[in-house]
């Protein structure tokens, strides 16, 4: 059974009525994986690619199309545990017309990606190798203190040589990796901050904490709205 099940349904605030339903596994996906690549529109110093995607599940899939669609990524590696569902991926990606192939060591393949997203049950560390001087990543799995898929000494050494951003100020109670590594994560900045005030200098390696935010799913129903009227 799908991590995520439920619904998102969308009401007329004047009158009401319902106006949509829309599958939530869906919108979580989609959405998430659209803000991870604003966040690399606005932040990641190369966007050239190769992509690395760890992970190989419902929200390593909606990275690589959202990359894909959103910044003309058509290079990308796959890490994953399971080695059936990573050759799931790549097969889906080539389908696409994509570059793809699966990689077996997570931070050899760091050295050669400036894009990387990791989308893991966040339940072990799968990321140890800091990220290249232009190196962008979207840790995406934790999304609590108790989780983590980046290693400590990576979140740090990000923090010392180039930036760390938060999707929003909530982030601050759940972005495990952070937590964990004991870096400050009230005042980091977050993508709001970036959006209204133009992007940052784009100067070290890059760490985009994606944790989520109901603000997201708001934005996703308004959009579906606007294109089914």
Do not use: Y
């Amino acid at each position: 059974m799908p991590a995520i099940q439920g619904d998102v349904v969308v009401f007329d605030v004047l009158t009401g009525e319902r106006r949509l339903i829309l599958d939530g596994s869906t919108v979580t996906a989609r959405r998430t994986a659209a803000v991870s690549a604003l966040a690399a529109r606005l932040l990641a110093p190369d966007l050239r690619g190769p992509m690395l995607i760890v992970g190989a599940g419902v929200q390593a899939w909606a990275h690589l199309e959202a990359f894909s669609e959103a910044l003309g990524m058509r290079d990308f590696r796959i890490a994953s545990r399971h080695a059936a569902s990573a050759r799931r991926l790549a097969d889906h990606a080539r389908e696409l017309g994509f570059m793809a192939k699966v990689v077996d060591d997570v931070d050899v393949a760091v050295a050669e990606c400036p894009l990387v997203a990791t989308c893991t049950p966040a339940r072990a560390i799968v990321l140890s190798q800091v990220p290249r001087p232009d190196g962008f990543v979207a840790a995406v799995g934790a999304f609590a203190p108790d989780m983590a898929e980046i290693a400590a000494p990576v979140c740090r050494a990000v923090a010392a040589s180039g930036r760390i951003v938060l999707d929003t100020p909530e982030a601050a109670g759940e972005a495990g990796d952070l937590l964990q590594a004991g870096i400050e994560v009230k005042g980091l900045s977050t993508l709001r901050g970036i959006v209204q005030g133009g992007a940052m200098a784009r100067s070290g390696p890059v760490l985009f904490k994606n944790c989520g935010w109901a603000g997201w799913d708001l934005a996703a129903a308004r959009l579906a709205l606007s294109l089914a009227q």
